[in-house]
Structures are given as structure tokens and as C-alpha cells.
């Protein structure tokens, strides 16, 4: 796998946005690159929270951009055998992808750990923690 990404060996991904047609992408990347033994994190940041945020995840709808309703996505997801987001994002934890909340976001938006999920995430970081994870050489860090 590692030769195929020019000596990249983790995956480092930001979702940032809080609409399914941005959470999807970053979820098959990550199952994918873990199933092909990659170690991944994504690092949930500002309207990507919403899938990390208790009672949330259910009402995520597609961008505008998308030019679908919530039950056209839904649709074409059930049809085409795609899962939910959060049984998406519970398939990547078990499959050993870390998930990390931001904390500035949380800050700015008052939120505290018992906002969260339950056990949706592996922790609550920082940027300068997020850097450290991304500017790691053999990272191939991802915006989303």
C-alpha cells in the first residue's frame, strides 16, 4: 500500500463539514485505507462535529451542491448498499480508525464531552495536536 502513496503509511484526514456528501467521501477513505493496513485518524472540526454530536447524526442532509433531497440521498444510498454515517463511522472504529473531536470547535460552540456521542470518538484535541498528527513525513493529510 505504502508504494502506491509514495511512501505515505498513515492517513490523516479533516472533515469539516457537517453534510453527507462531505462525511461519505471521508468515511470510505478511511475504512479503505485502514482495510489495506493503513493507521488513520480524522480529525471532526466544525460542521463535520455533527456526526460526533449526540442526537445529530440522524438529521445530517446532503449539500446544496449535491442537488438531492435528504430522501433522494437516502435513496440512492439504501439502493446502491451503502450504510448509515454513524454505522459508517462505528465500521471505522472497529476497524481501527482513531477519531478525534476538535476542541476549539467544542469551545466555540460550548460544548463539553457529554455532547458527544456515546463512544464515537477516541479523544478530544487541539490543533497543535492535529499538526503533529498531519505533518508526520509519512502522513498523507486530507482536507474534506
Request: glycine content about 12%; some cysteine; overall charge neutral.
Amino acid at each position: 500500500m505504502s508504494e502506491q502513496l509514495h511512501g505515505k503509511k498513515k492517513l490523516v484526514l479533516v472533515a469539516s463539514k457537517g453534510t453527507a456528501d462531505a462525511l461519505y467521501p471521508a468515511l470510505i477513505l478511511a475504512t479503505t485505507a485502514s482495510a489495506q493496513g493503513m493507521p488513520v485518524h480524522i480529525y471532526f472540526t466544525f460542521g463535520g462535529m455533527k456526526l460526533l454530536t449526540r442526537g445529530s447524526a440522524g438529521g445530517i442532509k446532503p449539500s446544496a451542491d449535491l442537488g438531492l433531497s435528504q430522501e433522494q440521498l437516502a435513496g440512492l444510498l439504501q439502493k446502491g448498499g451503502m450504510p448509515s454515517l454513524p454505522d459508517m463511522l462505528k465500521a471505522a472504529r472497529e476497524s481501527g480508525v482513531k477519531i478525534h473531536a476538535c476542541s476549539p470547535t467544542m469551545n466555540l460552540f460550548g460544548m463539553t464531552e457529554k455532547d458527544l456521542a456515546d463512544g464515537v470518538c477516541d479523544d478530544v484535541i487541539g490543533a497543535a495536536t492535529f499538526l503533529q498528527l498531519a505533518s508526520d513525513p509519512e502522513a498523507l493529510a486530507l482536507f474534506i
